[in-house]
């Protein structure tokens, strides 16, 4: 690397070219020697993701590999349930926010079984846009006050 570049280059330049402040709703920064950390309670305390990765290799994990905090997970589907909640208090709404997590966007067991824990008390549920991902909301389905949502399900045998 040319040396004029690395002695002029910012950790605040490295999160602009990253777009963190754009996606990473303050869960990833650069710290001053340049490695991206997360903090996956939004609470200040950070991980570097370079440590979680040296971890990964010696327990025998090689690149690439998927790395998932699941403490994001569920703190988005808190924050998301809360924030409605206070909307729906402060404008005397009434009203109830009932979310659904759509699976399309992840069929993973571990995130599904992640977003439905976190949003227990708020009885957040899934949505399905297909045979395949109704069969997964039925599977995990544990509570009628729950909602699984058929969302351009088109299959008259199952309607």
């Given at each position: ?7 002029n ?74 924030v ?46 297909s ?29």
């Open positions: 690397m040319n040396k004029k570049i690395e002695q280059w910012s950790s605040q330049q490295s999160e602009e070219l990253y777009g963190f402040n754009r996606w990473g709703q303050n869960y990833f920064t650069v710290d001053d020697k340049g490695y991206v950390n997360v903090k996956p309670l939004g609470d200040g305390q950070e991980v570097r993701i370079l440590d979680v990765i040296d971890e990964a290799r010696q327990k025998g994990l090689s690149s690439p590999m998927v790395i998932r905090f699941q403490d994001i997970i569920r703190h988005r589907v808190v924050k998301i349930n809360e409605f909640a206070q909307a729906i208090k402060d404008e005397k709404y009434k009203g109830t926010y009932r979310g659904v997590f759509p699976i399309k966007v992840n069929q993973m067991r571990e995130v599904i079984e992640e977003v439905l824990s976190a949003g227990k008390e708020y009885g957040y549920g899934l949505e399905a846009g045979k395949p991902e109704l069969m997964i909301a039925l599977a995990m389905h544990d509570h009628e006050k729950k909602l699984i949502i058929c969302n351009g399900y088109k299959d008259e045998d199952y309607i």
